[in-house]
């Protein structure tokens, strides 16, 4: 199984399916909540398009990265989050109308805000930033078809089931749609196994301390503004998940700049690490909940 056909084709099947997963579990009403909350609204998005980038930079003047390695870090800096935050918040039982909203503000600004930002960013790395263009229309069709589109017919289909068949049919899609994304990244890792030895580098280090402090941002921010838990999962999810694909396209495609996607590949594999790291320690304190409620 070849990574272009794991990644171009069952990836974003599997994350669509996911995606309808969870618009199974969604009603119009709970897209209207976090309308009704928008300091919740601002604080993500402000966390995701300010300080996901000063973050950033604070890495690149930490670390001994190259220009073009650099680059890379920012740019996945600046991306939206996309399906996979959406499908992360699911997992751990975050807000998910607050997170897809968060992905729907992200995406609609990112075209606008990334060009500007990378080119100056690229400046100040000394590096050409000539032709940098990123398609909007294109970008947005691809998180509708696999975000917003995939919900919107899960919730179709919500209103077509029984409060009885939704009952007996949720649990069992959210496990097999776990199951399914695990083994998509896991082929993936395989997939890639000839990259091993670039994976332990100072470029390795950089995506993980991006990931995890990230979300370690995210999640302390949350906490000091007194959130509710699953607006604290969202968030923290929505600012330590990027879209790795869009980054990979704008330096391997937009800028024909091989060197400055290798940091977005990395990326897009190791991210799940610490995410998928996150997502055991929500659940396992919701099971340590449950259990001391049910002995009290």
């Given at each position: 199984m070849s990574p272009e056909w794991l990644s171009q084709v069952l990836l974003p099947w599997v994350l669509a399916s996911v995606?309808?997963?969870?618009?199974?579990?969604?009603?119009?009403?709970?897209?209207?909540?976090?309308?009704?909350h928008p300091h919740r609204l601002l604080l993500g998005a402000s966390l995701q398009i300010l300080a996901l980038p000063l973050l950033a930079w604070g890495?690149?003047?930490?670390?001994?990265?190259?220009?073009?390695?650099?680059?890379?870090l920012l740019l996945v800096s600046l991306v939206p989050g996309g399906a996979t935050s959406n499908m992360f918040s699911y997992l751990v039982q975050g807000d998910l109308a607050l997170s897809v909203s968060l992905t729907a503000i992200a995406a609609v600004l990112a075209p606008f805000t990334l060009p500007l930002v990378m080119s100056w960013n690229l400046d100040v790395l000394g590096l050409s930033s000539t032709g940098l263009r990123l398609p909007y229309w294109h970008t947005?069709?691809?998180?509708?078809?696999?975000?917003?589109?995939?919900?919107?017919?899960?919730?179709?289909?919500?209103?077509?089931?029984?409060?009885?068949?939704?009952?007996?049919?949720?649990p069992k899609i959210k496990v097999l749609?776990?199951?399914?994304?695990?083994?998509?990244?896991?082929?993936?890792?395989?997939?890639?196994?000839?990259?091993?030895p670039s994976l332990f580098s100072i470029e390795t280090l950089a995506v993980l301390l991006m990931c995890m402090l990230s979300m370690t941002l995210g999640y302390q921010v949350a906490r000091r503004?007194?959130?509710?838990?699953?607006?604290?999962?969202?968030?923290?999810?929505?600012?330590?998940v990027q879209n790795a694909g869009v980054a990979m396209m704008v330096a391997f495609t937009l800028l024909q700049q091989p060197g400055m996607g290798l940091v977005p590949l990395l990326y897009g594999l190791l991210m799940n690490v610490p995410a998928f790291l996150w997502m055991f320690t929500c659940l396992w304190r919701d099971r340590q909940l449950t259990a001391a409620q049910q002995r009290s």
């Open positions: 995606m309808m997963a969870m618009g199974l579990s969604l009603t119009k009403s709970d897209f209207a909540r976090p309308w009704r890495l690149v003047m930490l670390l001994p990265l190259s220009p073009l390695a650099a680059a890379g947005v069709g691809q998180l509708l078809l696999v975000t917003l589109v995939p919900v919107l017919t899960g919730m179709l289909l919500r209103r077509m089931l029984t409060p009885a068949i939704l009952e007996w049919l949720l749609t776990g199951v399914a994304m695990i083994s998509v990244v896991t082929a993936l890792f395989v997939s890639h196994a000839q990259r091993l503004f007194r959130l509710p838990n699953t607006s604290v999962r969202a968030i923290t999810v929505e600012v330590g």
